[in-house]
């Protein structure tokens, strides 16, 4: 198993521009997530899902869209980039219990 | 005040010592507490998890939580160079329009190095 993969490692963005991040599992988890990580600081939930069509938001979801077609796939699309999305950006998934499995992340940066 | 509170360090320590880093938290509907390693660019991978108060040991981790005062501990017996990493203490609840959903708070992490 791949587990999960994220795509692309990284990015740099114009201010304005809009991209979609990828997220794909391979261990048939219903629940994904997506983070972000600043600079020093610990990850903060933007959205999460459990199978496809079922999206919540986190704690800090402005700025930012998902959309889960299938179990495997959980893109996040960010719209209008604005400096304050620069990020180490981190997918998720789990069964439904405690433990999530992360990704790589993707590191972007908006300028 | 921050729902979960860890001291980001950094903490520098020589090989062979014993390690402790801490999280303090305020809201008591969390269920589960856990710690997580985070090497450099890299995921977090989950190191230990538990559920009530109480110590849990694994190898050379013990993680330890005390749910009266809201504070959680891990500890890290003969440190070696490759736990040189950061450390984030992580809590779960479940909330929110998807049922079943664990959703995890973060502290800031703590970054550790082990000297040789």
């Known amino acids: 198993n791949a587990g999960v993969t994220q795509t692309p490692k990284f990015h740099i963005l114009k201010i304005g521009q809009s991209m979609t991040l990828q997220c794909t599992q391979d261990m048939n988890h219903n629940y994904m997530y997506w983070y972000r990580q600043d600079p020093g600081m610990g990850l903060k939930l933007i959205y999460y899902?459990?199978?496809?069509?079922?999206?919540d938001k986190g704690e800090v979801p402005n700025g930012y869209n998902v959309s889960r077609s299938t179990t495997e796939d959980f893109p996040l699309r960010l719209e209008l980039a604005a400096p304050s999305q620069t990020s180490v950006y981190f997918c998720?998934?789990?069964?439904?219990?405690?433990?999530?499995?992360f990704g790589p992340g993707t590191r972007l940066t908006v300028t | 005040q921050k729902e979960v509170e860890q001291d980001p360090g950094p903490l520098s320590v020589p090989e062979g010592a014993i390690v402790s880093l801490n999280c303090t938290y305020s809201?008591?509907?969390?269920?589960?507490f856990m710690w997580y390693r985070q090497y450099s660019r890299k995921g977090p991978e989950l190191l230990m998890y538990?559920?009530?108060?109480g110590n849990k040991e694994d190898g050379r981790f013990t993680a330890q939580v005390d749910k009266s005062s809201k504070y959680i501990s891990l500890f890290i017996r003969d440190s070696q160079p490759s736990d040189s990493a950061t450390y984030l203490c992580a809590m779960s609840v479940r909330g929110g329009i998807i049922q079943g959903a664990q959703k995890l708070v973060f502290g800031q992490g703590t970054r550790l190095t082990i000297n040789p």
């Open positions: 998720a998934s789990t069964t439904g219990d405690h433990e999530q499995y």
């Open positions: 809201n008591s509907a969390f269920q589960y």
């Open positions: 899902s459990v199978g496809a069509g079922i999206t």
């Open positions: 538990t559920y009530s108060s």
